[in-house]
């Protein structure tokens, strides 16, 4: 119960925060405009451009729009015009010192970052102003080098235009429906905006992890080649000879055999290290417990069955669709030792993680979960086998922004998939950690294998991403087509019902139940008006008899309306809120005085049944809201609940006409509450 406390605690805090912020951003949208520019301008100048993340800047003014702290339109010119001035500015550096800007700092010190822009430019032309606008090292670079090379104005100012354009969309739509789906989950409980937040945080940190490899990957294998090197000329063993051969640039892949080398020596560096911790006890258990509890504080129905949904992509039936994929291609590519690699590396790798767990005896944090023991996590070994030597056989066999793409996205499967695991009690962190390098120690040497016995390039397959990609899709909607996968079993089971006579309900047992609705436990929401002893059905057909509709479910046309430019408040979905981390079981609505005005209805469950002569019926609670609907924002249509109506007028409006016997009235803590029974049918 403690625990639960603290953790609704932290919850809180983080709710604070996160509003705070918003009315923050809200109350000063002058600055945030400014600062919109600022970084738009800032980041198309030459060299000051490298060090500001306009990307970034305008991904969350963006997001900030689809809260509806910002206007789409202003936030589209405000960054359009900074683009469009940044480019200028470098344009106009390159004409004035075309022949003195070489002297400058850092292209004196760096002559080969002004190369770049001018072998991009001689390459694409004019159409490099809108291309360099996408690639970071270059986008502050090709102006200057346009204006270096003589560029009519008009034909640059058509291009730069043109690129600005496209550029500040690009950039800040994403944000914007990232800011939406924030505020649409916040209204349901804030944990989902924590779920969605690790989601695009593992999204966005997986592509720039693979974009920083693989734009290094040259750097550091010359490096550690160098090292490599030296080393082996001081050691003639047999040692020395095999580094040698494998150093020498006339083997294909030389590099690509270091950066492997080096994988696995990582991977089994930390390995090693996290089995002494788990051993030991210290310090990355106590790791294990702070992520386990934060993940079960976030815990809501609508994340469990996204997560569930997600975790198909590690599913037995998945990996084995994608074995028997790279089985095929290989068999075709006549690749039979790779094969056999492979599998034996499969096989042999689980063998040896079903005897690590033995050993250990370790349990999954999830207590339910019986018999199972984690450390290391097949589940996530597996994962990474399969996907990480996917990602080796396509990275090698497509260009280098497809490789990127690959990688990053073979790295986005691993990290959900292990998070799913997380999330559901399956296992700990350490079990997953564990279970990701020692698969990866096995990629690594699959891949090193097959590079040695093949140094020459493979033939090109660029269709063989489109391939998995489908082979993926396919397996993933089988499995969800067929029985969509339910979460594990959790260990905080709501317990049966209560049950009361209908005097113990009107003498003391209503003071029991809440008087406000919590969202996290403790901060007041909407007033818990009515308590209603019926089933569901008999409140349907009450409800629809005075005039109440179901609430409009939240689908993709539900959702489509939340941008059109002139919808009634009673077409936009329903969010089904949470009651003490419990979704409201009955949600119903009705037109307010004008169209952006509507009333809504939600009714939970309050844990207790009322026993009434022979029959039993379930006790619910119910909120009533009176809803507006804001466009100071549009495209993005935002309903706010309206915050100056009284418990006392929201019992009025919600406890009026209802076809239901009044039991009792009481007062909650000053919040009215009619007590409702409905006959017996």
């Known amino acids: 119960m403690i625990n639960r406390y603290a953790r609704n605690g932290r919850s809180r805090t983080m709710e604070h925060a996160y509003v705070h912020l918003l009315h923050l951003l809200a109350g000063h949208p002058g600055w945030t405009l400014t600062v919109v520019f600022l970084a738009a301008f800032l980041e198309a100048i030459a060299v000051i451009g490298t060090f500001i993340p306009g990307s970034t800047a305008m991904f969350l003014a963006g997001a900030l729009t689809g809260t509806g702290s910002l206007s789409l339109g202003w936030v589209f010119v405000w960054a359009i015009a900074g683009a469009i001035a940044g480019d200028g500015m470098s344009f106009w550096l390159g004409s004035r010192y075309k022949h003195r800007i070489v002297q400058f700092w850092p292209f004196c010190k760096h002559p080969e970052v002004l ?13 490099s102003v809108v291309l360099a606008r996408f690639i970071g090292p270059l986008r502050a670079i090709v102006p200057v080098v346009a204006g270096m090379l003589g560029m009519p104005p008009l034909r640059f100012y058509g291009m730069n235009v043109l690129s600005a354009l496209i550029w500040a969309p690009a950039h800040i739509l994403p944000g914007m429906i990232f800011g939406a789906s924030v505020l649409l989950a916040g209204a349901v409980s804030f944990r989902l905006v924590v779920i969605i937040a690790l989601l695009v945080g593992i999204v966005w940190l997986s592509f720039r992890a693979a974009r920083v490899l693989l734009s290094h990957a040259n750097v550091w294998s010359t490096a550690a080649g160098r090292q490599v090197g030296s080393w082996a000329c001081r050691h003639p063993g047999p040692f020395g000879r095999f580094a040698r051969k494998m150093l020498d640039p006339r083997t294909p892949d030389a590099g690509s055999i270091l950066l492997t080398s080096l994988v696995v020596l990582v991977s089994g560096a930390l390995f090693f290290g996290v089995l002494d911790d788990v ?12 992520v386990y509890h934060f993940l079960r504080s976030v815990r809501t129905p609508w994340s469990d069955t996204v997560l569930a949904g997600l975790s198909t992509l590690g599913s037995n039936m998945t990996l084995m669709a994608l074995i028997v994929t790279v089985v095929v291609w290989m068999l075709l590519e006549r690749r039979w030792r790779t094969i056999g690699y492979w599998l034996a590396a499969v096989v042999f790798s689980q063998l040896l993680i079903f005897v690590l767990q033995f050993a250990m005896h370790r349990a999954p944090p999830n207590e339910l979960m019986v018999g199972a023991y984690v450390f290391p996590s097949n589940h996530v070994a597996a994962t990474v086998i399969v996907y990480g030597f996917l990602a080796f056989l396509l990275a090698r066999r497509v260009g280098m922004l497809e490789g990127v793409l690959v990688a990053a996205a073979s790295t986005i499967v691993v990290i959900v998939v292990a998070l799913a695991g997380l999330y559901f009690g399956r296992y700990w962190v350490s079990d997953a950690i564990g279970g990701a390098a020692l698969a990866y120690v096995w990629v690594a040497i699959v891949a090193l294998t097959a590079m040695w016995r093949h140094p020459e390039a493979p033939p090109e397959r660029t269709f063989m991403p489109v391939v998995v990609l489908l082979v993926m899709l ?27 006579t209908q005097a113990q309900w009107t003498l003391s047992t209503w003071k029991h139940l809440p008087c406000y609705r919590s969202d996290m436990g403790g901060d007041r929401k909407e007033p818990l008006t009515l308590q209603w002893a019926s089933n569901l059905d008999s409140i349907r057909g009450r409800l629809r008899a005075q005039g109440w509709v179901e609430g409009t479910d939240v689908s993709a046309h539900s959702l489509l309306s939340l941008a059109s430019p002139n919808v009634a408040a009673v077409s936009l979905p329903v969010l089904p809120k949470l009651n003490n981390g419990v979704p409201s079981s009955l949600v119903f609505m009705r037109p307010g005085n004008t169209r952006d005005e509507r009333d809504v209805l939600r009714f939970w469950p309050s844990g207790y049944a009322v026993a009434t002569g022979t029959s039993t019926q379930p006790l619910w609670v119910g909120a009533f809201a009176h809803e507006r609907l804001s466009r100071a924002s549009w495209p993005i249509n935002i309903l706010r609940v309206d915050r100056e109506m009284t418990s006392v007028d929201a019992h009025a409006r919600s406890s009026a006409g209802l076809d239901a016997a009044i039991v009792a009235r009481v007062s909650c803590h000053g919040v009215p509450v009619s007590l409702l029974a409905s006959p017996v049918e």
């Open 115 to 127: 190369e770049a822009g001018h072998r991009f430019f001689r390459k694409h032309g004019a159409k």
């Open 279 to 290: 051993i030991s006890g210290d310090p990355l258990t106590q790791v294990d417990l702070s």
């Open 474 to 500: 396919v397996s993933v909607g089988v499995q969800l087509g067929v029985a969509m996968p339910a979460p594990p079993p959790d260990t905080a089971l709501l317990p049966p019902p209560v049950l009361v």
